[in-house]
């Protein structure tokens, strides 16, 4: 079940690159450096949250807080920058808080039994809400590239030669993300508990403690994201990043993670990440709003979902 490809494995690459074909004839300039550099862009800070929710979707879960979690962790990084703290040591901070985050709808969703959704909405709100009362509802700033502690912004942002920093780090953790899901333990139990979590617990394994450690691994992804933003963008507004969740998810279900637990892959949400860039980029260079993307998105995740749906009738048919 692990390695099986199914429709939406093998559409989405397809997809990709009847896409960038697509935009490359009808777009505006868009077949060039300057808009692959764009693409790329917009790319890193989704992808790695997309990595870390693709554990937890195929345990069969969700996490809607990945986006306020980031960007809280990021706002109170900046917070204590500005009150004389070490930069690398707020950049450490930012995964240290997110990852607590994560810990923390752990303990809601497999300890105290709340449902998913219900308990990462939750904390999404919480978490939204608890950047603003911190820095009372005041925007913190990362120093820029001219500062003295600047040096942080172009380790993680972009090379000398205009590169984007954070998509090579996206790959090094798509990497990491890939073996931990497909090589170790951790990944084993992952598809275990979103296949049947409760044979898993029958055969003596300690489902609270992994599923607890499947949203730690999400926050951590989430504090990774939150440090390729505040090096990309220098300034975090209090009570953000509601919405950005959307983004990842949407990643993943298009890379043919099964919103029902136990199919999916790294290399699919990698997919899945570069199609909606290049589904944004594109709409972009043919002059449309931001809107339509948002359209498109959507539209693209429904039907992503009902192949899920048709292949899980499928599947069930064939077992009965």
């Not at 937890?56 to 920058?81: K, P």
């Not at 944004?280 to 709003?289: A, F, N």
Request: net charge positive; with cysteine; aromatic share 12%.
């Amino acid at each position: 079940m692990k390695t099986k490809l199914n429709i939406q494995q093998i559409l989405a690459p397809a997809a990709l690159v009847i896409l960038y074909i697509f935009f490359a004839l009808f777009g505006n300039n868009f077949f060039s450096a300057s808009t692959l550099v764009s693409i790329l862009d917009s790319t890193y800070y989704v992808g790695l949250m997309a990595f870390g929710i693709t554990f937890v979707i195929i345990t069969g879960g969700i996490d809607l807080s990945i986006g306020t979690n980031m960007m809280m962790s990021a706002l109170l990084a900046g917070y204590f920058y500005t009150k004389g703290l070490n930069i690398w040591i707020c950049i450490a901070l930012i995964v240290v808080i997110a990852t607590l985050v994560g810990v923390l709808n752990g303990i809601l969703i497999s300890r105290l039994k709340l449902p998913p959704f219900i308990a990462t909405l939750g904390v999404m709100m919480m978490t939204q809400g608890f950047g603003s009362i911190i820095t009372k509802v005041q925007t913190q700033r990362f120093p820029s590239g001219f500062d003295a502690d600047g040096a942080y912004k172009a380790f993680f942002y972009k090379t000398s030669a205009g590169f984007p920093s954070g998509i090579i780090y996206m790959l090094i953790f798509f990497a990491v993300a890939s073996i931990l899901l497909s090589k170790t333990r951790f990944g084993r139990y992952t598809y275990a508990l979103g296949s049947n979590e409760e044979a898993v617990r029958l055969s003596g394994v300690d489902t609270k403690r992994w599923k607890t450690l499947v949203y730690a691994v999400c926050g951590l992804f989430c504090g990774l994201s939150g440090i390729v933003y505040a090096a990309t963008y220098t300034t975090i507004i209090p009570g953000t990043g509601n919405g950005l969740e959307m983004n990842a998810i949407a990643a993943v279900i298009i890379g043919g993670t099964s919103m029902s637990g136990g199919i999916g892959t790294m290399s699919g949400t990698l997919i899945g990440t570069l199609l909606m860039s290049v589904l944004k980029t594109g709409l972009m260079s043919m002059g449309l709003q931001g809107h339509f993307q948002t359209f498109f998105t959507g539209l693209v995740v429904i039907l992503a979902v009902l192949l899920d749906i048709y292949r899980n009738k499928r599947t069930n048919a064939v077992k009965k």
